[in-house]
């Protein structure tokens, strides 16, 4: 049996109590940890699907790096995926050490204990949308090719449509989602963790589970169709797989609904 924690969209600032939207997106991150500390079980991992930071800039990369080592001072990996809201460069300068391919995507893959965590970067420079070129999909089919004893788990930041947010529409998800699926299909595959959309919802690509998780930062509400509207909670997934069996469960850290923002939202670019 393994527990895993899949956190998603802290959208970091530069500084402590920085706020935006009327939030701290630190002190929620904070919470967070601070909960999975009061856990009876240490979770194996921690997979983080991306918008780590909300402006990109090095400072929140920094706060970033701190949070890691919290984390890992739990006992658990810590595996990264960048979202629309992140910067490759900076993240590989504060994270990783500037290197030659520093804008380059960031993707890679981990063993544990069996389990294959394979971390994609759906993120694309400038836009919100998300996509995969031929390159990360070719060396993603070399690692569904090695074997995984516990089977796999897929983490990216942009999940495939349909949306599970009217306002935003399908625009604003993974583009060319038949290519993944294509890879997906029938591999030992338990599910597709994924962020982006600030609300847990659940899916399927080529038969395997597609899950979000509740963003840290703020949720969006699913019932609004003609606006964005942006709401108080906020929370992060916890799951368990158990002799080949996935369940996930939303844990909810702020559960206050007061309206945040409401906003018409810009076509995807």
Same mark, same amino acid.
């Given at each position: ?24 997106? =630190? ?24 918008? &780590? ?17 919290? &984390? ?47 971390? =994609? ?46 306002? &935003? ?29 600030? =609300? ?45 069996? =996935? ?23």
């Amino acid at each position: 049996m393994t527990l895993f924690a899949h956190l998603s969209d802290l959208h970091l600032l530069a500084a402590a109590g920085d706020r935006f939207h009327g939030i701290d997106p =630190l002190a929620r991150v904070r919470r967070a940890i601070s909960t999975l500390y009061q856990l009876h079980e240490v979770p194996r991992f921690v997979v983080i699907t991306g918008d &780590l930071s909300d402006r990109g800039d090095p400072a929140s990369y920094e706060w970033l790096r701190r949070i890691v080592a919290e &984390l890992e001072g739990l006992g658990a990996r810590v595996l990264l995926a960048l979202g629309n809201h992140d910067d490759r460069a900076a993240f590989r300068r504060v994270m990783a050490g500037a290197g030659p391919a520093a804008d380059a995507p960031w993707y890679h893959s981990t063993m544990i204990d069996g389990l294959q965590l394979i971390v =994609l970067d759906t993120s694309v420079p400038g836009a919100t949308h998300g996509a995969l070129d031929d390159a990360q999909l070719m060396w993603l089919a070399a690692q569904l090719a090695e074997p995984a004893p516990a089977g796999r788990l897929v983490a990216l930041h942009h999940p495939p449509p349909p949306c599970p947010i009217p306002a &935003l529409g399908d625009g604003f998800m993974l583009q060319r989602p038949q290519a993944l699926a294509a890879l997906l299909q029938h591999r030992d595959v338990h599910a597709v963790l994924a962020g982006h959309v600030h =609300l847990p919802s659940t899916s399927s690509l080529a038969g395997v589970p597609v899950i979000t998780a509740p963003a840290l930062a703020y949720a969006i509400d699913p019932l609004a169709h003609a606006m964005v509207r942006g709401v108080a909670a906020s929370g992060f997934a916890l799951g368990r797989l158990d002799a080949g069996a =996935l369940v996930t469960t939303p844990v909810w850290l702020a559960t206050a609904r007061e309206l945040l923002f409401e906003e018409r939202p810009l076509p995807p670019r």
